[in-house]
Nanobody, 126 residues
Framework: QVHLVESGGGSVQAGGSLRLSCATSGLTGSNMGWFRQAPGKEREGVAAIYTGGGPRYYADSVKGRFTISYDNAKRTLDLQMNSLKPEDTAMYSC?????????????????????WGQGTQVTVVS
């Protein structure tokens, strides 16, 4: 059974930093991603990585500010978010694709992930 549990959200001033973490269990090599959804907006892909290593993928809006990583020893998926902006405010969720569907150029399609965490709220105030 796969479980994903996010932590690390909160409220921060613009320009500040937060680190989100997603504790995983029951996963072997999988594509994993962070997604976010702001009120009234569609869910969007933020970043993705394969737990076994390899390229990292980012949305244009977060490139250079966010870093995704996977700690094999702790089995956690992390998202370091720097230089936060008010438009980064959203519910952030981690997701896992255990079927190999969210690869390369398809990483941002949420429908390709089959396991999801409950989410953690990030609020950036100006």
């Amino acid at each position: 059974q796969v479980h994903l549990v996010e932590s690390g959200g909160g409220s921060v001033q613009a320009g500040g930093s937060l680190r989100l973490s997603c504790a995983t269990s029951g996963l072997t090599g999988s594509n994993m991603g962070w997604f976010r959804q702001a009120p009234g907006k569609e869910r969007e892909g933020v970043a993705a990585i394969y737990t076994g290593g390899g390229p990292r993928y980012y949305a244009d809006s977060v490139k250079g500010r966010f870093t995704i990583s996977y700690d094999n020893a702790k089995r956690t998926l992390d998202l370091q978010m720097n230089s936060l902006k008010p438009e980064d405010t959203a519910m952030y969720s981690c997701a896992a694709d255990t079927n190999g569907r969210a690869t390369a150029r398809l990483w941002y399609e949420s429908s390709r992930y089959n396991y999801w965490g409950q989410g953690t709220q990030v609020t950036v105030v100006s």
